[in-house]
């Protein structure tokens, strides 16, 4: 489905990442891991449109592409879930869920009752967001995991066809995690694919089809979970 | 029940500026009842100053505000409005019809609030150190094109009567005023403009990754400052015929009391109109006051002071239970 050929990019004398191929197949989990610094980052910025590569080819379903913004990557059915910086803070569920997307009638007005109807729905259909009971509910007040779950659920409600998580888990309680994993699960299951970023190996391994291993910018590894141990990938990162 | 909608009502932010101002009004009209010799708050002359001085602070706070809910500050709005004023009654006094120059006044705040905007856009140096430059610059500007004079402005006809003119205890400014509160809340609440308002003050990197253009709009935000700071100029000067060199310092600081008075975030991405509307008239409120009692001039700092102190302390107390 997206295939990134030959990504190089550097920052100044630093080498974040040198002739990476990567490619997401439909209805797949990819954990994309590595220790801190390998360039995983940096490839989610750069497929997400934040930041442009300075070599290497972008193709999705065959066809060449060029994403320069965020609009770019989301026109390709790409959706960015951050760690911290998915939602504001100080706005409601409502609001967060339109951003960029608002329903608007005549001249850019809001049509509140339909953004209202719509974000129940989307509250609804989404697994593990439990205790939030409306729409007006200020997204600062709600747990770590509800976020990510709102996050997640507003990138599946724009039909989004891949999900970049960066580092979705890491500041969650253990029920929440497994909350975001079973989403994660449920969503492949709906077609959507995700590219699982984070350096905890243990959350990764339950949930992910195929894990690519990035360290100081190369690729080193891209392997089926099945072929291949938790022993193995923890042994790998560690040599590092 | 009515408790019960109370409490509800006093845990939002704007809810107790509300009550705060509630609170006020009830407190001054009783004082006002009991000695009316000595407190003349509900003289209709009092209302009246009331009414059509509120708005020279106010019209300025509701821009001030949706700029401070994008997350940036404008302390150039002093200057904008005087120099504004200038070229209209420059303009005026070389022959050119009111409403043109008026036009012209809103136009140059517009540029103002706009160079504003695309200094701290581009350069990214925080608005609150570029607008200083700003104000300080624009300032300079007043002097060079008034020569250290006053300018009068008397256009008359229906001009000054749509701008000035009153029936009864109501004013013309105070209208004007509530057509831009009205504006800005509709923009900020009801439009998708005011929901990137919001997200861009609230958090910029959220707002960028769903595609918002933030650059666009707190350009927007900061000529919406600019625009209603000029507005302001221009009612304040028709009101008293004339602008003169020194008017307009303070103003921009007044502003930022009002809106944080009236709960709007000073790291953006929270506020209301009606909060900072509050905000404005509650600051002039107390002014009125302690004029009213002749108090001496030093205790009008004092109490501005402790009220700013007691507001925020207040929001920070809901904020936190």
Redesign the interface.
């Known amino acids: 489905m997206l295939e990134a050929r030959g990504i190089t990019k550097r920052f100044g004398a630093v080498q974040a990442l040198d002739q990476v191929d990567f490619s997401v197949y439909p209805n797949e989990i990819i954990g994309l891991i590595g220790d801190n610094g390998a360039g995983k980052s940096t490839l989610i910025k750069i497929l997400s449109g934040v930041i442009f590569p300075d070599e290497g080819e972008i193709f999705y379903c065959g066809e060449k592409v060029e994403i320069r913004s965020p609009r770019d990557s989301h026109r390709l059915g790409i959706e960015t879930i951050y760690q911290d910086a998915a939602l504001v803070d100080t706005m409601s569920i409502m609001r967060n869920t339109f951003l960029g997307r608002e329903k608007t009638g005549f001249a850019g007005f809001l049509k509140k009752k339909e953004m209202r109807e719509k974000s129940i729905e989307v509250l609804e259909k989404s697994i593990g967001i439990s205790g939030i009971v409306s729409p007006e509910q200020i997204v600062g007040n709600l747990s770590g995991g509800q976020k990510q779950s709102v996050a997640i659920a507003r990138a599946v409600y724009f039909k989004k066809r891949i999900l970049l998580l960066d580092e979705p888990t890491s500041a969650l309680s253990v029920k929440e995690t497994q909350k975001v994993l079973d989403y994660m699960l449920q969503l492949r299951e709906e077609g959507v694919s995700c590219v699982f970023v984070t350096h905890n190996l243990y959350h990764v391994y339950q949930v992910a089809d195929r894990l690519v291993i990035l360290s100081h910018g190369k690729k080193i590894k891209d392997v089926l979970k099945g072929d291949t141990s938790l022993e193995e990938l923890t042994c790998i990162l560690c040599e590092k | 029940m009515f408790l019960a909608f109370f409490n509800k009502f006093r845990r939002t932010r704007v809810g107790n500026i509300v009550i705060l101002f509630v609170a006020i009004q009830i407190g001054c009209i009783t004082f006002s009842l009991l000695f009316p010799e000595r407190f003349r708050y509900i003289d209709p002359t009092n209302i009246q100053v009331l009414l059509r001085a509120i708005p020279q602070i106010a019209i300025i706070t509701m821009g001030v505000n949706m700029l401070m809910i994008a997350g940036e500050f404008d302390l150039s709005v002093g200057s904008n409005f005087t120099f504004s004023a200038f070229i209209m009654a420059i303009l005026f006094n070389r022959g050119i019809p009111p409403s043109l120059s008026m036009l012209a006044a809103l136009l140059v705040g517009c540029f103002i609030g706009f160079l504003n905007g695309l200094i701290v856009v581009k350069t990214k140096i925080p608005s609150f150190i570029a607008t200083l430059g700003s104000m300080m610059f624009w300032r300079g500007m007043i002097y060079l094109v008034s020569g250290h004079k006053p300018a009068s402005f008397k256009p008359g006809g229906l001009f000054q009567s749509l701008l000035t003119s009153s029936v009864g205890p109501l004013q013309a400014q105070f209208f004007w005023l509530l057509l831009v509160a009205v504006l800005c809340y509709?923009l900020l609440e009801?439009?998708?403009?005011?929901?990137?308002f919001?997200?861009t003050?609230?958090?910029r990197?959220?707002?960028?990754?769903?595609?918002?253009d933030v650059n666009k709009v707190k350009l927007i935000a900061f000529v919406i400052a600019g625009v209603t700071a000029a507005l302001s100029g221009v009612v304040s000067t028709t009101r008293v015929s004339s602008v003169s060199p020194i008017q307009g310092e303070g103003l921009e600081l007044q502003a930022i009391a009002a809106c944080v008075i009236g709960g709007t975030?000073l790291l953006g991405?929270?506020g209301t109109v009606l909060g900072a509307f509050l905000g404005a008239t509650l600051l002039y409120t107390i002014q009125d006051i302690l004029l009213l009692l002749r108090a001496p001039g030093f205790y009008l700092n004092m109490f501005v002071g402790l009220v700013i102190l007691a507001a925020v302390i207040f929001n920070q107390l809901i904020k936190r239970g």
């Open positions: 509709l009801h439009h998708r403009l005011g929901n990137h919001f997200a003050g609230g958090n990197q959220a707002a960028l990754a769903v595609g918002v975030s991405g929270e």
